[in-house]
């Protein structure tokens, strides 16, 4: 009788440990980041190539880089599901034959569905990938007339670092609208 009472007791106990540790378990990052080199600087400075052949020369090209804000929800410790949410801008002025012909401010504003995957993780230490898609919807102003367009958006970053648990910084290098460089915190709960 004695030893029903012990394995029934260990029993009870073992399902108790793995239901607080499955409780513990924090489903819901936030999250929020500065990115260098988002994929529209690279789409203008292309354009700034092609007009240069009309004479046109761009002057004092400032980028803010790309400020994303983003949610992940963790299907289990290894994949998670989520959205981001990035703002950048950029602003130039225009010079033909040495001369200012305006000057053009650039406002970026992208939303996209995002997957994470971790491949190794302990208490400490998670190493990632994540994808996203989405779109880009982009304010052009250029000595008073506006131009707004919307265009494809993507996020691939092969490998990404986190230290830390219900709080954490992260890096991610990467190509694409968040930035080919981003570094942040994170906040788990």
């Not at 980041?33 to 240069?52: K, Q, T």
């Not at 219900?166 to 460089?181: N, S, W």
Request: with cysteine.
């Amino acid at each position: 009788m004695m030893k029903k009472i012990l394995l029934f007791v260990a029993i009870v106990s073992s399902f108790a440990t793995i239901t607080n540790a499955q409780n513990d378990f924090k489903r819901h990052e936030l999250s929020v980041s500065y990115g260098y080199e988002p994929a529209s600087n690279w789409v203008d400075s292309f354009s700034d190539a092609l007009v240069m052949g009309f004479g046109l020369k761009s002057k004092n090209d400032k980028c803010f880089g790309v400020i994303n804000f983003a949610y992940n929800y963790r299907l289990s410790k290894t994949w998670g599901l989520g959205g981001v949410f990035s703002y950048s801008s950029r602003k130039k002025d225009w010079e033909m034959d040495g001369k200012n012909v305006g000057t053009e401010k650039y406002n970026y504003v992208t939303v996209m569905p995002r997957v994470k995957a971790a491949w190794l993780h302990n208490d400490l230490i998670t190493l990632y990938s994540a994808a996203a898609i989405g779109v880009t919807v982009y304010n052009d102003k250029y000595n008073g007339a506006t131009e707004s367009k919307a265009c494809f958006a993507w996020q691939f970053s092969p490998i990404g670092i986190e230290v830390g648990d219900c709080i954490a910084g992260y890096a991610e290098l990467g190509v694409g609208q968040m930035g080919v460089v981003q570094a942040g915190v994170r906040f788990r709960f």
